[in-house]
């Protein structure tokens, strides 16, 4: 037909076994009627034993019909459905096997004769031989028949033979051939009928129920050689409600090769064309998307109009499975067109590799030779090889044997010898030249991959399946190399659908090859892009699909692939704007160094629109060139482009599209409001601004080296730079009570004229600003009127102290707290400021001067410690200490121990003048010790002994000029004080007597009020905490004690008036005490303590007189000022 479109050679055309509809008859029905008109002359006869003669007459325009009857003798035609048995009762025991058993022993009683049996498939046949041979029936002998069997096999049933034979065969026997001598047929009624799947896109075998047509076929195989019996194992309304002929191959298979032939041949639309059964417009859309997978023709082209390609045309006209074709035509460019030829023929043939049932592990061994790990097809080449390298060395017979003995189809492999030089002489036609070289495995495998890229399968681990195209699962089958080594991707030749999906003559591959061969069929799809420093570019994780399977997942690749404007904008603010790649062009530098200025300004006004980053991203986009997506190919155009103009790309403030407002925040920028560094006394502490809202950095950061930071004082840094001073002060006036900002209105002006009007000094901001608002306003305004907890954190200082090399140590806003925190390490830092001077153990002074300060200069600042001494209760030792306070408090009580230690004095020396009393009062104070007493005696005189010296000592001639004084004063000091406390415990002693007779439960509060001054004053060590010179006091203090409860039970309601005033500023001064460090309890803070003492004696017990004028208001007003500092 493609050399002579209208068989002009021809007069007469005959159409044998029209009933079998293959796709060839199909087509050559429809062509012929289209040919019909042009040619008048044409003589076409169609023969058919089952024919739908009235269609086939009607399809020809009412063609005449010839009947020939057949010489045949008449079939009995008998019903045995298996779900019943002989007698026709329901027996749901009895399956397919017994039912043929059952049905042929039916028939042997009714005479001699063979039995053909008609079965589905071959496991069906081998369990039913199994069943029949149990029967071990005389003279029987039942021979199994179907494709697969070996040719030897296949032609046991034409040998003359004697008793009666079982034929067990499918629908083999039906057209294809004819077994002789049979009287009886066993019809099963279903067949394995080849049919498309056109959701799986594969070839299934399922079972199904024959037609009418076949039915007959079948029974008439039993009427040739004398009346006959056919039992089928159905029954007759099933039969009757049956097809009446076969579905036409046109129907169920996929279409792809006569769409290929009839575009060749332009016969217009295969929906159109005019065929005897039209095929489902779903089978025409499923051959069309096989021709575009394989390239064959034009994708998305109306069926009408609807071309080859050149890859199509060439590939029409080679004459395999269109698949097998494109293997070639691959195979082409790959210099491998030997061995891919070789496999198309075996593909095309049936397998010539037999395994005759009885000896298949033989047939096995013999074939494992070939077997090629991974490769199904390489193993095909390699049988290949050795045939032709036996047919070389043997003569004809001797290789007949040789294919007998090594389980080989001496006729199939002809065949495939005949198709495979077939083959070469087409090719050669259209150009392909065929090698003689081996080719490499991966060259072969990409070209038989080019016609099977809809057979790709990757292997699901959990369940040892492989997931295939649109969805599908299939296994490999269990005769493949790669049945027991898994490949993790493969291709099969075939998928065959019968008991599961099965895949045949697979091979290992690369996923990678699918993508090239089948780049329009892929889907691509595309993560979020990002960028990539290192390449310079904007990247996206690229996910590459076939027919739903992952060929490639997450490889990186340029987005400019994807999309080259966003590629480009991701380049130009990523690179150019952020800075966030590597180059060395020198605008670089300068701009990155002209956006840090910038951003270095907006820090310290706290303003994000100085470096405007859209702003940038239009400068570079109104100048860089179109193709820029990357770093390399900025680096082609910038080559370029700096050669015409080298200042295209440099930053201005004028250059900028925000110039204006960038320019005019340069202008009003006042460098001294925001100061670089923080002077205090000969300290340069370095500043830092930061605008980042939420961050602990937020605002202004002043840097301390942990060295210094003893000698930093809190005082000043309350005022903040004055650039932050204007927002400071509004920021304080609004944490003011609604009351208070009620005479401030309105609150913007007046924070403005404060801001104004307050001027850094000595006083604190807080106090100065309350000064000027109260006289804004006319209402007072005090410090403690302003919560500081509101204002925002930026405008508070942040401090940030660190180490010597600059690593941060610790970070806050409370000055007081960050030295509290590092403590230690200051002081080790300080320490090092004088290597070998601290030492431990001392117990005499042989350490010569020891210095009031020590300097050293680190990093510019100078770095000062306070050496002192140490009392470590047994010795002494020398330890630096950050401040001048600290030192003086230490060394006081380092002083008075090694006084004592170099002066000792023992207690028995000044207990001899304390009274028998004294020593009973002591004993019944219960957990008081009279040494206790006596080493807190001699520790206090030590005190005095320092007091009345004056000045600390620090050198040696001064402490031992001290040791004199101590050895004069000492012990009279001591055994005084002694004698004082005798009186103290004596005076203690009554006044408990007294309180225990106070039972009323109304005095409780006011007993239990005076237990407690009584124990504040005899608490541990409070002879040295009190001082010698006070113990006098003490006494006077406990008899004012007696006084009160003596006046207590006649004047209960007024004790209580002056208790509960007392109690009140008693607990107000312990509050204050504990907001305080040990270094900051003065003198002065302890005074307060004595006063409320004497004002307790004014109140119980005035006749004892006072030591000076006290009231509650004016301890109060003592207090108020102690927490003012």
């Known amino acids: 037909i493609q050399h002579d479109r209208t068989l002009s050679r021809y007069d007469t055309l005959i159409i044998d076994e029209a009933h079998e509809r293959s796709l060839n008859v199909d087509f050559l029905l429809g062509y012929i009627k289209q040919l019909l008109p042009r040619r008048p002359d044409l003589k076409v006869i169609v023969t058919s034993a089952t024919i739908d003669t009235q269609r086939f007459s009607e399809h020809f325009n009412n063609a005449p019909v010839i009947e020939v009857t057949g010489r045949t003798f008449p ?16 027996d749901d025991d009895r399956d397919q096997v017994q039912a043929v058993c059952d049905a042929v022993d039916e028939l042997i009683e009714h005479g001699p004769g063979d039995v053909l049996v008609f079965l589905s498939g071959e496991r069906e046949i081998h369990d039913t031989a199994d069943a029949l041979r149990r029967l071990d029936r005389p003279n029987t002998e039942v021979l199994p028949l179907y494709a697969r069997l070996s040719a030897a096999e296949q032609h046991r049933i034409f040998e003359i033979h004697t008793g009666r034979r079982i034929v067990l065969s499918t629908n083999v026997a039906e057209t294809s051939l004819t077994v002789p001598g049979v009287r009886f047929v066993v019809d099963a009624g279903a067949a394995r009928i080849s049919r498309y799947s056109h959701r799986l896109k594969v070839q299934r075998l399922p079972i199904e129920p024959i037609s009418q047509a076949s039915a007959n076929q079948r029974a008439g195989r039993c009427g040739r050689v004398a009346p006959g019996v056919c039992l089928r194992l159905y029954t007759q309304d099933d039969f009757d409600q049956r097809a009446e002929f076969t579905e036409p191959e046109i129907l169920r298979t996929n279409l792809a090769s006569v769409i290929l032939q009839m575009t060749s041949l332009g016969l217009g639309d295969v929906s159109k064309f005019d065929f005897l059964d039209p095929p489902d417009s779903r089978a025409v859309r499923d051959g069309v998307a096989l021709l575009e997978e394989l390239g064959a023709i034009d994708q998305d082209q109306p069926a009408d109009r609807r071309r080859l390609t050149p890859l199509g045309r060439r590939l029409a006209r080679l004459p395999l499975d269109p698949r097998f074709g494109r293997m070639v035509l691959e195979a082409d460019r790959h210099g491998c067109v030997r061995e891919v030829i070789v496999i198309a023929a075996a593909l095309s043939i049936q397998d010539p590799r037999e395994r005759p049932v009885a000896n298949r592990q033989a047939a096995d061994e013999a074939h494992k030779r070939f077997a090629v790990d991974d490769s199904d097809f390489l193993g095909i080449v390699a049988l290949w090889d050795y045939i032709r390298e036996q047919q070389r060395a043997l003569t004809s017979s001797q290789f007949r044997r040789l294919c007998r003995a090594e389980y080989l189809n001496y006729l199939r492999v002809r065949e495939w010898h005949d198709l495979y030089s077939q083959l070469r002489q087409i090719t050669a036609t259209i150009g392909i030249r065929v090698g003689t070289e081996h080719s490499h495995p991966d060259r072969v495998h990409q070209s038989v991959l080019a016609g099977l890229l809809s057979h790709l399968g990757m292997r699901d681990r959990e369940t040892r399946e492989y997931n295939g195209a649109h969805g599908s699962k299939f296994a490999i089958v269990p005769g493949s190399a790669l049945a027991k080594k898994p490949a993790r991707w493969v291709m099969v030749a075939e998928l065959v659908d019968t008991s599961r999906l099965w ?32 390449r310079g570019g904007a ?9 739903g399977l992952p060929i490639v997942s997450g490889r990186r690749i340029g987005y400019d692939r994807v999309d080259h404007g966003a590629a480009r904008s991701m380049f130009i603010r990523h690179a150019l704007v952020e800075g966030d790649w590597t180059t060395r062009h020198k605008f670089a530098a300068v701009n990155a160094a002209f956006i840090e200025k910038l951003r270095e300004m907006g820090d310290r006004v706290r303003r994000v629109d100085l470096v405007d980053d859209e702003a940038l991203f239009a400068f570079y986009d109104k100048r860089v060139g179109p193709d820029v997506v990357s770093t390399r190919h900025f680096d082609r155009w910038w080559k370029d482009a700096r050669a015409a103009q080298s200042t295209l790309l440099d930053l201005t403030f004028e250059a900028l599209a925000e110039a204006s407002v960038a320019g005019q925040s340069r202008k009003v920028i006042d460098a001294h409001a925001y100061p670089n560094s923080w002077q205090q006394d000969d300290l340069r502490l370095a500043v830092t601004y930061r605008f980042d809202p939420g961050d602990a950095n937020d605002g202004v950061t002043v840097h301390i080296p942990v060295s210094v930071l003893n000698r930093i004082r809190s005082n000043g840094f309350d005022w903040q730079v004055s650039g932050f001073r204007d927002d400071l002060v509004t920021a304080l006036v609004w944490t003011l009570p609604k009351v208070l900002r009620r005479t401030l209105t309105p609150l913007a002006d007046t924070a403005r004229v404060a801001a104004q009007r307050v001027m850094p000094n000595e006083a604190g901001l807080a106090e100065s600003l309350a ?23 930026h405008l508070r200082i942040t401090f940030s102290v660190e180490a010597d090399d600059g690593r941060l140590l610790a970070l806050g806003k409370d000055l007081d707290a960050l030295r509290k925190q590092l403590s230690g390490r200051i002081r080790q830092s300080i320490a090092q400021s004088a290597p070998g001077l601290e030492r431990s153990g001392i117990v005499s002074w042989d350490f010569g001067t020891l210095a009031q300060v020590v300097e050293t200069v680190r990093d510019g600042h100078a770095v000062r410690g306070y050496p002192a001494l140490l009392d470590d209760g047994e010795s002494v030792s020398i330890r630096i200490f950050t401040n001048r306070e600290i030192q003086q408090r230490v060394m006081r009580a380092g002083l008075r121990r090694l006084l004592l230690l170099t002066v000792p004095l023992s207690r028995k020396s000044i207990g001899r003048d304390i009274s028998n009393e004294a020593l009973l009062a002591i004993g019944r ?22 007091g009345n010296h004056g000045d600390p000592v620090w050198d040696e001639a001064a402490f031992v000029a001290l040791q004199h004084e101590a050895r004069a004063d000492l012990a009279a000091i001591a055994t005084a004080a002694m004698s004082m406390v005798g009186q103290i415990y004596v005076a203690a002693a009554t006044v408990e007597a007294s309180l225990g007779r106070l039972v009323t439960p109304a005095l409780a509060p006011a007993v239990a009020d005076m237990r407690k001054q009584l124990a504040r004053l005899l608490r541990p060590g409070f002879v040295t905490g009190s001082g010698t010179a006070r113990l006098v006091d003490v006494v006077r203090y406990i008899r004012a004690i007696e006084r009160r409860v003596d006046k207590l039970p006649s004047e209960p309601g007024r004790d209580r008036q002056r208790m509960l005033e007392i109690v009140a500023l008693e607990r107000r001064y312990a509050q204050f005490i504990g907001t305080l460090e040990p270094s900051q309890i003065t003198a002065e803070v302890i005074d307060v303590g004595w006063m409320i003492e004497e004002l307790r004696v004014g109140e119980f017990a005035q006749t004892l007189g006072t030591k000076q004028s006290v009231s509650a208001k004016r301890i109060g007003r003592v207090i108020d000022q102690l927490e003012a500092l």
């Not at 000064?771 to 954190?793: A, I, M, Y």
């Open 771 to 793: 000064e000027v608002l109260t006289e804004l306003g006319g209402e007072r305004v005090s410090v403690s009127d302003f919560d500081l907890d509101r204002v925002p954190p």
């Open 503 to 534: 895949g045949r003559v697979a091979a290992n591959i690369e996923p990678e090859w699918a993508e090239q061969l089948g780049k329009h069929l892929v889907k691509r799809f595309y993560g979020e892009p990002t960028w990539d420093a290192r």
């Open 925 to 946: 104070a219960g957990s008081v010790k009279l040494g206790g007493l006596a080493d807190d005696c001699i520790t206090a005189a030590a005190d005095r002994v320092l």
């Open 75 to 90: 079939v009995e035609m008998r019903y045995r459905p298996f779900g019943a048995n002989l007698d026709g009762d329901l």
């Open 539 to 547: 990247v996206a994780l690229e996910r590459v699909t076939l027919y």
